[in-house]
């Protein structure tokens, strides 16, 4: 049995659409493969990040009693300014002279 020039030519085109379309599959898939690794190292980095965070939050209770203790040391301060401007001249008070 012998093919005609036509069905030789039909069969060539046929083999080297297939082949060109495997090559386009491999390639598609070894980018993908290639996407997938940065994309999974890229969360790996972003695990160790959320990590971090919360070593970084896990004190905030201490705001609330480190914000009382401040409000408390600057009234003391303003108090030791205001006695201190009373008694020095070179201070200047908020309220002027007493």
Same mark, same amino acid.
């Given at each position: 049995?012998?093919?005609?020039?036509?069905? /030789?030519?039909?069969?060539?085109? /046929?083999?080297?659409?297939g082949?060109?379309?495997?090559?386009? #599959?491999?390639?598609?898939l070894?980018?993908?493969?290639? $996407?997938?690794?940065? /994309?999974?190292?890229?969360?790996?980095?972003?695990?160790?990040?959320?990590?971090?965070?919360?070593?970084?939050?896990?004190?905030?209770?201490l /705001?609330?009693?480190t914000?009382?203790g401040?409000?408390?040391?600057?009234?003391?301060?303003?108090?030791h300014?205001? $006695?201190?401007?009373?008694v #020095?001249d070179?201070?200047?008070?908020?309220?002027?002279?007493?």
């Open positions: 049995m012998s093919l005609s020039p036509g069905e /030789i030519t039909y069969w060539t085109v /046929i083999l080297v659409l082949a060109v379309v495997i090559v386009a #599959v491999v390639v598609l070894s980018l993908l493969v290639a $996407f997938v690794k940065r /994309i999974d190292s890229a969360v790996d980095g972003i695990a160790g990040t959320l990590v971090g965070i919360t070593e970084n939050t896990k004190d905030t209770a /705001i609330t009693a914000g009382a401040l409000d408390l040391v600057l009234g003391e301060g303003l108090q300014h205001l $006695f201190l401007g009373r #020095v070179s201070i200047p008070t908020p309220a002027g002279k007493a």
